[in-house]
């Protein structure tokens, strides 16, 4: 691992990448069962335990319990939250938008991923938007990784892809990971005049839109942890994290890489 002198930003060795794959696909198997457990009538706290349980077995530790003083393993934000929300009692109710967050540290070395899914049936095509163009441009953010610019093109990228049908929120932003969740640089979802430091090989970033069908302001409840829209329009969350090769991109908490999404875009994915 080296460290070049912007933001200090970490530069990881390709064997380190290989651990923090290892965290990703810990990060994605906690994930997806939280995700197949998510219907009407489930707590959060439920689906919580179910990625807890995940991560346990999987011979992992969450990056989330604890961090900072934060109590459960996932971050499980309903409707009109935007991150951070808290699991417990809240049950979830048919056409619900729900954003599940979470990571894995496995080594020493981290994975954080989300996603965001409509409960059932949506109760209108404004929701389907809304998740759906916050996922395609979290994809565009991480293809603009590959014409090793500046971290600043992710957010560029975010912007166009959502090309002002909603809103970017404000104050929240993806961030460097390895070996710890949150390192330098920070990865704004929106155009900056400071474009920041130079993508190069051993990058890591965790590149994560977070989009709402109103406002891009929000407000932080009692809990000092639940962020929500200040008009109550629903949000949208969508997050992986993703490693800078000299071959290409690999994005370290999807099971195929990336492939998938990134190669229609041009990207070059090494296989595992």
Known sequence: MSVFSRERVELKTPEQIRTMRRAGLLTHAALEAARAALRPGVTTDELDAVA?????????????????GYPRTLCISVNE???????????????????VDGGAVVDGWHGDAAFTQIVGTPL???DEELVE??????WRGIAALDRRGRVGDVGAAVEDAVGG???????????????AMHQPPDVLNHRDRDRGPKVRAGLCLAVEPMCTRGTTETDVL???WTVVTT???RAAHWEHTVAVLDEGLWVLTAPDGGASELGPL????PTD
Do not use: C, K, W
């Open 124 to 126: 209108d095509a404004g």
């Open 81 to 99: 939250v935007v991150v951070h929300g808290i699991p417990g009692a809240r049950v979830i109710e048919e056409g619900d938008v729900v954003s």
């Open 165 to 179: 049908r909603l809103a970017v929120v404000d104050g929240y932003t993806g961030h460097g990971i390895g070996t």
């Open 231 to 233: 008009d109550g329009s």
């Open 133 to 138: 163009l916050t996922r395609q441009a979290m």
């Open 222 to 224: 009692a809990d000092e």
């Open 266 to 269: 041009g990207v070059s994915v």
């Open 52 to 68: 807890a349980q995940v991560i346990r077995e999987g011979g992992g530790t969450s990056n989330f319990l604890g961090y900072h």
